[in-house]
Nanobody
Framework: QVQLVESGGGLVQPGGSLTLACTAS????????LAWYRQAPGKERELVAA????????KYEDSVKGRFAISSDNTKNMVSLQMNSLEPEDTAVYCC?????????????WGQGTQVTVSS
């Protein structure tokens, strides 16, 4: 089992910045990828950014490229999402996801989510 706790959401004006953090505990050695997803009201959940824990390889959703940066600190079992130049369209609940592999099976674990609101 992996437990995820997120922090850092809130209200910010357009053009502002926020940093989200997610700390993992439990069977962290089984995690091979960490990611941030978001879901806005009336929309499907979408992948925002992901990072592989071994190589540090990253990928981003097109609309956040150049504005968001995902990073991980394996010593602290933490993944962060630095969000710059925020737009109202970034308003959503952001959730941390840990993809793990154990006993021949892949399992996704999710945090509780944190609200990000971009508004003037």
């Amino acid at each position: 089992q992996v437990q995820l706790v997120e922090s850092g959401g809130g209200l910010v004006q357009p053009g502002g910045s926020l940093t989200l953090a997610c700390t993992a505990s439990g069977s962290v050695s089984t995690i091979y990828s960490l990611a941030w997803y978001r879901q806005a009201p009336g929309k499907e959940r979408e992948l925002v950014a992901a990072i592989s824990t071994a190589q540090g390889t990253t990928k981003y959703e097109d609309s956040v490229k150049g504005r968001f940066a995902i990073s991980s600190d394996n010593t602290k079992n933490m993944v962060s999402l630095q969000m710059n130049s925020l737009e109202p369209e970034d308003t959503a609940v952001y959730c941390c996801d840990a993809a793990s592999w154990r006993d021949g099976k892949g399992i996704d674990y999710w945090g509780q989510g944190t609200q990000v609101t971009v508004s003037s």
